[in-house]
């Protein structure tokens, strides 16, 4: 096992590519329910050999200091996954940054797994990654994931029209943030 973290309900883990038909059959459970908010994905995204691939990159990036992406399962159910939280492209220097994602299955949706979830990530984010800032970019439509954000403590930072191409068009999206305020 790699890195892992636990909340009251929650099991925040690293994944290896030993665990490649956990986190694959949570993706194809999660593909047509995430399909507004989600970047068009290669038609080999949920195979095997390339859901390994990507959990050994993970390791290594999280190694290299890069990112962090953790699994999300119930303590209740320690085996099967429900969902992800990500910090990406941590930026050091003077930036001290990294950008969240996160997402959820549609059966663990609206029980307040994610706020746990992401509030667990902030912590670790600023306690043992010693990070300054976190952004979360999230399209204007996608209630519950701003809900999310703003229950975690993000602020509303700004507006970028056509940030990312999701689901095969440009879409804008809202900036938020938290600062961590024990770094001055």
Not at 8 to 27: F, N, Q
Not at 40 to 55: G, K, T
Not at 99 to 119: F, K
Not at 161 to 167: I, Q, T
Request: proline share 5%.
């Amino acid at each position: 096992m790699q890195g892992a973290w636990e909340t009251d309900r929650l099991l925040l883990r690293e994944l290896g590519p030993e665990h490649a038909a956990a986190v694959r059959s949570l993706g194809l459970r999660c593909m047509e329910y995430h399909v507004p908010w989600e970047p068009v994905r290669p038609s080999d995204h949920w195979e095997m050999p390339v859901v390994s691939q990507r959990l050994q990159t993970q390791l290594a990036e999280s190694r290299a200091d890069k990112s962090l992406c953790l699994c999300l399962s119930l303590k209740s159910d320690p085996e099967g996954l429900v969902g992800s939280v990500n910090l990406r492209n941590i930026m050091r220097g003077a930036l001290h940054s990294a950008h969240l994602g996160y997402g959820l299955a549609p059966e663990a949706v609206g029980n307040g797994y994610m706020t746990e979830a992401v509030l667990a990530v902030v912590h670790i984010a600023f306690s043992s990654l010693n990070l300054h800032r976190i952004e979360a970019n999230i399209i204007p439509r996608n209630t519950r994931s701003l809900g999310v954000a703003q229950r975690a403590g993000f602020s509303h930072e700004g507006f970028s029209p056509r940030y990312l191409r999701v689901n095969g068009r440009w879409e804008d999206h809202v900036r938020l943030a938290r600062l961590n305020e024990s770094m001055q």
